[in-house]
């Protein structure tokens, strides 16, 4: 059973059966403002892991548009790369056609250019710049060495 209540005022958030009892969550009397509570009427600390709800999440415009510009430039940097990629080893392939087609040694330059160029596609479409959670994350792992 859910119901709303004005603003400022405790309401009831919800009723059920929990092993055996009868349980009820109510709000606290300000906006926004939820406490838990379990079938002794014992309050439940959230995890620490948990978001904290009263941060507003929403990313600045102007973060997401730096994020964005390096994106599409990395994604340019990679059409550049397989460009040059195609035009360089397609005049070492007509090289090897001309000087009698033995051993195809062209081959080694492809695979270990290619390794290069697959490397340089993951970076620019699958790998996502780090979050500012990421980095809050990693900088606190580094303090507790």
């Known amino acids: 059973m859910i119901r709303r209540t004005p603003v400022g005022q405790p309401g009831l958030i919800g009723l059920g059966l929990g092993q055996g009892a009868v349980w009820v969550c109510r709000t606290e ?3 926004g ?3 838990t509570m379990t079938a002794n009427q ?3 600390e959230p995890h620490p892991d948990a978001p904290d ?4 999440r929403v990313v600045p415009e102007d973060d997401l548009r730096g ?3 390096g994106r599409l430039k990395k ?5 550049t790369h397989l460009l040059i990629y195609l035009l360089v080893n397609g005049v070492i392939i007509l090289i090897w056609a001309m000087t009698g087609s033995g051993f195809f040694w062209p081959a080694f330059v ?3 250019w290619g390794i290069g160029l697959v490397a340089n596609a ?3 479409y699958v790998v996502d710049t780090p979050t500012e959670e990421q980095i809050e994350s990693e900088m606190e792992r580094l303090r507790r060495r």
């Open 29 to 31: 009397a300000r906006e």
């Open 33 to 35: 403002s939820v406490s």
């Open 42 to 44: 014992f309050p439940v």
């Open 53 to 56: 709800p009263t941060v507003d």
């Open 67 to 69: 994020r964005a510009l």
């Open 75 to 79: 994604k340019a940097d990679f059409r």
């Open 110 to 112: 492809l695979g270990g």
């Open 122 to 124: 993951f970076d620019a």
